[in-house]
């Protein structure tokens, strides 16, 4: 099924023209607001929350007299898939039907929560951490439809996605690595899907021809 994705740097537009298919381009659209001041309703929220599902900035999706709700609702989550630590780079599907965060101001259903670090701090010791956060999220998206595309599976697809910059804040990742990580990550991931019979056996040479620090046309 066809996901759009709405993506809350203006920045990503650049690096996204320069790498991305035209059939991945098409179902991403660039916003240049934040998403506390966006009116746009979402399946899915990116969060680029710890390893350790604190939402200490939770208000948004959580009630007002139950800030800790989301919090609540991600870590019980996170100890039946990982034993209570998702580690960064990893993405985890959090429902948030039947949860006080739903209904909320976005109708969104399930935060996409992709760690970039283990708590708070400065994590641009890891080159790739934008890149596999996005992979993740992409493969859970779509393992998340193929379930729910199945009968009596009682789930519902997710076919909206709002995303902002991750590790951009705290993390000190700037906004043009993570703008490269998160195209290159959307355009090798439609490749694997558009050619499964390469990427279900990949050779030294495929996987050295995917550098994910090449110089690109606004570079200079």
Same mark, same amino acid.
């Given at each position: ?89 990893? %993405? ?19 935060? =996409? ?19 596999? %956060? ?11 439809? =193929? ?11 997710? =076919? ?17 690595? %993570? ?42």
């Amino acid at each position: 099924m066809t996901i759009e994705f709405t993506l809350f740097v203006d920045q990503w537009r650049q690096s996204f023209f320069a790498l991305i298919p035209d059939e991945v381009r098409d179902r991403v659209s660039f916003v240049h607001t934040s998403l506390q001041q966006s009116n746009t309703t979402f399946d899915c929220i990116v969060s680029p929350a710890n390893s350790f599902g604190r939402f200490d900035g939770g208000e948004v999706l959580a009630p007002a007299d139950d800030l800790e709700a989301l919090t609540r609702a991600a870590q019980t989550v996170l100890y039946q898939r990982w034993r209570g630590f998702a580690p960064p780079g990893t %993405c985890t599907l959090i429902p948030l039907t039947g949860t006080p965060c739903h209904p909320n101001p976005y109708d969104c259903r399930y935060i =996409a929560l992709c760690p970039t670090m283990r708590f708070p701090s400065n994590v641009t010791w890891h080159k790739e951490i934008v890149y596999n %956060c996005v992979w993740s999220l992409l493969v859970a998206i779509d393992e998340h439809n =193929a379930r729910a595309a199945e009968k009596d599976s009682g789930l519902a697809p997710i =076919a909206s996605v709002g995303m902002t910059g991750l590790a951009t804040g705290v993390g000190r990742v700037s906004p043009a690595v %993570c703008a490269r990580q998160t195209a290159l990550a959307f355009a090798h991931n439609q490749d694997a899907k558009n050619r499964p019979e390469k990427w279900s056996s990949l050779s030294w040479d495929d996987i050295l021809e995917m550098p994910l620090n090449g110089r690109l046309p606004m570079d200079g």
